[in-house]
């Protein structure tokens, strides 16, 4: 069974910085496209950024300069580094990936259980 599991998460100040991390368990073909993901309290899940397998990236407005993700497909690992938090960025992170688990399989979506993320002001 596939699963994705996320670390890094945790309680800074503004202006301090957090690397997530989050890595694929179980036999997978191929990972195409990776992301990031967050839920603020109260709110709908949004988009943080994605990196595709060639290492094309794309940001939310909200985190473009501050934020960098990144990946080790050796590893089966993507990568968020936050810079300049702001309280804002307070949310529950998670991490996607559309991964083809055999050579005869199409893409399907995983998702991580989220790695809480705290920003005090």
């Known amino acids: 069974q596939v699963q994705l599991v996320e670390s890094g998460g945790g309680l800074v100040q503004a202006g301090e910085s957090l690397g997530l991390s989050c890595t694929t368990s179980?036999?997978?073909?191929?990972?195409?496209?990776m992301g990031w993901y967050r839920q603020p309290p109260g709110k709908q899940r949004e988009l943080v950024a994605t990196?595709?397998?060639?290492?094309?990236?794309n940001y939310a407005d909200s985190v473009k300069g501050r934020f960098t993700i990144s990946r080790d497909n050796a590893k089966n690992t993507v990568y968020l580094q936050m810079d300049s938090l702001k309280p804002e960025d307070t949310a529950v992170y998670h991490c996607?990936?559309?991964?083809?688990?055999?050579?005869?399989?199409?893409?399907?979506?995983?998702w991580g259980q989220g790695t809480q993320v705290a920003v005090s002001s």
């Open positions: 179980g036999f997978t073909f191929d990972i195409g496209d």
């Open positions: 996607n990936a559309m991964i083809r688990r055999y050579w005869n399989s199409q893409y399907n979506e995983y």
């Open positions: 990196i595709s397998s060639g290492s094309n990236t």
